[in-house]
């Protein structure tokens, strides 16, 4: 279904149809899961792609244990942000912060992309950029 969604990308109707699909099939695979959210957040379908980045938040949190509480799970993520699961836990969260600033959601918006920054010291996740574009007006010369 993944395949068929990627051949289908310019018809948008047939190739999120095979989206929905996989993710009916796979039961909440996190591979489909992550590949429909970006399919989502590339598609601007931010509604669908806030659904299912959240989706992958939350599972990865269960399959590690991490907590809720940002106090304790910064250090986490910091320490831990070359494993796969921390990676795919941070660019989820990354794209959560550009999707709610897309939806006009930008106290969150900066609220994450903060969080990001602090942890992503060699700017790999977009996070640092996001933040300067949400915290730094545009001139009126530029």
Request: hydrophobic residues 45%; charged residues 20%.
């Amino acid at each position: 279904m993944l395949i068929a969604a990627a051949n289908t990308w310019e018809n948008t109707a047939q190739s999120q149809d095979y989206i929905q699909q996989a993710l009916a099939i796979a039961d909440q695979s996190l591979d489909v899961l992550v590949a429909a959210y970006r399919y989502f957040f590339y598609k601007h379908n931010d509604t669908a792609a806030l659904q299912v980045a959240t989706q992958v938040i939350e599972q990865i949190r269960q399959i590690e244990g991490l907590p809720e509480d940002w106090e304790m799970l910064a250090p986490i993520l910091s320490s831990s942000k070359e494993e796969p699961n921390i990676r795919l836990y941070l660019n989820a969260y990354a794209a959560l912060g550009l999707i709610r600033a897309r939806l006009g959601e930008l106290e969150q918006s900066t609220v994450i992309t903060t969080r990001i920054s602090e942890i992503d010291t060699n700017r790999e996740f977009g996070a640092a950029t996001m933040l300067h574009i949400l915290t730094h007006p545009q001139d009126e010369e530029d």
